[in-house]
């Protein structure tokens, strides 16, 4: 079950990303780097407030909505998100302090409360492990922001009009799905509930907002220390590593910590261990490869996706970048699977409290003395900062396995594939594309051959598994 729901997820992510690798190779191309920029930032302070208005309901929705045992969160969610919303002017006028101008600030405001209400249907299919559903309403939304983004290109090439493209996007995605995750939803504003929501989703919410404030200060003292032409360059370098990179860790995450909260109330702590024992493996041998080979070709993936006025900044940044999402993934898609099976929600706020300030303090200086490449040596070690912390805290709250020698073997796997690579790449004279080509084609031969040889996330039980169903179904097809 899990690999089938991860597969799904992984199936949707894989075709979004790829919907918005075009979208990033036509944005920089018709849009210019400060209007793009704009619109960049008014994202990731959308991205901030959003993460506010839904932290509240995200543990509700995985420790109560998942177990679908006939409790039904919805109307709670819904009311507390409505009331959430009236925040918004506060959120205008926190848009302006940061920098953007009142018609920006008003764009990436509506573009938060169209994110909010996107993210929070999206978890409540997942969490009844709703895999389909999901995926169409991402592939909607990555679909609606490519066509409307490149009808605003052709109209009025703006970061505001782009912005507020965006938050059609995500509408349409939610009226996709709406359906599947509201129908027959009774809005209750029970003062008693919303206060005891209120009490247990504060400290996960100051968390999350928190992360998402860590995840996004680079980029605003880029535009105050340097402008918002270079905050522009050095988002789409960064968001091109998260997308593409994010992608496998995400869709296995919203499969697991799902299937981890029921395993967990029907079998026990034993059965959980062993559960999260599987999906760290399977997560780390898909992330700690990918990460490594981004970094080896990101010159050719950058002067590939990115226009010319963003390749030069993204060739320095990527490798860094890619290395810092490795420890970003094991902190949010595997150690905090401790803190939420243990209920110890302030733990993600001290986490976050970690994470955040080293983000800010190695951002000032280290933009401060290199500019675009001091903020993406800051962003590792923020995120290097967090990994530690949370590896400490997971400790004192629910004991989550680490199996050391399944993870070497996938280390020594992932090590002899880079070599691979950077060897190739050293001796390859060919153009970005087929020379990207190659190196991936190089690099999944050999990783794909150890994998087997290692039976890492025992490769070789399941492929023969998945040939026996495949013949049992092809041979019952042909009877009927």
């Keep these: ?75 709670l969610v819904a009311s507390g998100y409505l009331i959430c919303c009236l925040t918004a002017p506060i959120a205008y006028l926190l848009a302006r302090f940061v920098g953007l101008d009142t018609a920006a600030a008003l764009a990436a405001v509506v573009l938060a409360i169209a994110i909010g209400l996107f993210e929070l249907t999206q978890d409540l299919l997942r969490a009844r492990l709703k895999a389909l559903s999901v995926m169409k309403a991402t592939l909607v939304r990555a679909a609606a922001l490519l066509c409307l983004g490149v009808v605003v290109a052709l109209v009025s090439p703006t970061g505001i009009l782009l912005l507020l493209a965006a938050a059609s996007a995500y509408l349409v995605a939610v009226l996709v799905q709406s359906r599947s995750a ?6 209750n504003f029970d003062r008693a509930d919303l206060r005891s929501l209120a009490r247990t989703g504060l400290p996960l919410t100051l968390s999350l907002t928190l992360l998402a404030i860590s995840s996004v200060t680079d980029r605003f003292m880029i535009a105050n220390l340097i ?12 968001d091109l590593v998260r997308q593409t990179l994010m992608m496998p860790a995400m869709s296995m995450a919203a499969a697991f910590f799902p299937m981890a909260v029921q395993i967990h109330a029907r079998q026990g702590d034993a059965a959980v261990r062993t559960h999260l024992a599987d999906c760290l493996e399977l997560l780390a041998g898909v992330t700690l490869p990918a990460c490594l080979g981004f970094a080896l070709i990101a010159p050719h993936v950058a002067n590939i996706v990115l226009g010319a006025d963003f390749r030069a900044v993204a060739s320095e940044i990527m490798p860094v970048i890619a290395i810092a999402v490795l420890f ?5 898609q595997y150690l905090h699977a401790s803190f939420l099976l243990s209920g ?8 976050t409290a970690s994470i955040i300030a080293a983000n800010v303090i190695l951002s000032y200086v280290l933009v401060s003395l290199d500019g675009t490449i001091g903020a993406a040596w800051a962003r590792l070690g923020a ?9 400490i805290l997971s400790r004192f709250a629910f004991q989550i396995p680490i199996p050391l020698g399944r993870l070497a073997l996938i280390a020594i796997a992932a090590l ?3 070599l691979t ?39 070789r039980g399941r492929l023969k598994r998945g040939l026996v169903m495949f013949h049992t179904r092809s041979a019952n097809s042909n009877v009927g």
Excluded: E
């Design 1 to 75: 079950m899990l690999i089938g729901q991860a597969s799904i997820n992984l199936t949707a992510n894989v075709l979004s990303a790829l919907l918005g690798l075009l979208s990033v190779f036509i944005f920089t191309r018709l849009f210019a780097p400060h209007d793009y920029g704009i619109f960049l930032l008014g994202v990731g302070f959308a991205s901030v407030i959003s993460v506010f208005l839904v932290g509240w309901f995200r543990n509700l929705i995985l420790s109560g909505h998942a177990r679908n045992d006939g409790t039904d969160v919805r109307g």
């Design 182 to 187: 509201w129908r027959d939803t009774i809005i």
């Design 227 to 238: 402008g918002a032409a270079d905050a522009g360059k050095y988002v789409a370098a960064l």
């Design 328 to 332: 970003q993934v094991l902190t949010q």
């Design 344 to 351: 110890r929600n302030s733990f993600y706020l001290i986490n």
């Design 383 to 391: 995120d290097i900062t967090g990994f530690v912390c949370a590896l």
């Design 416 to 418: 002899a594939m880079a």
């Design 421 to 459: 690579v950077g060897a190739l790449d050293r001796a390859l004279d060919l153009a970005d594309l087929p020379a990207s080509i190659v190196l991936i084609g190089a690099g999944l031969a050999v990783y794909a051959a150890l994998c087997w040889l290692f039976n890492i996330a025992r490769l």
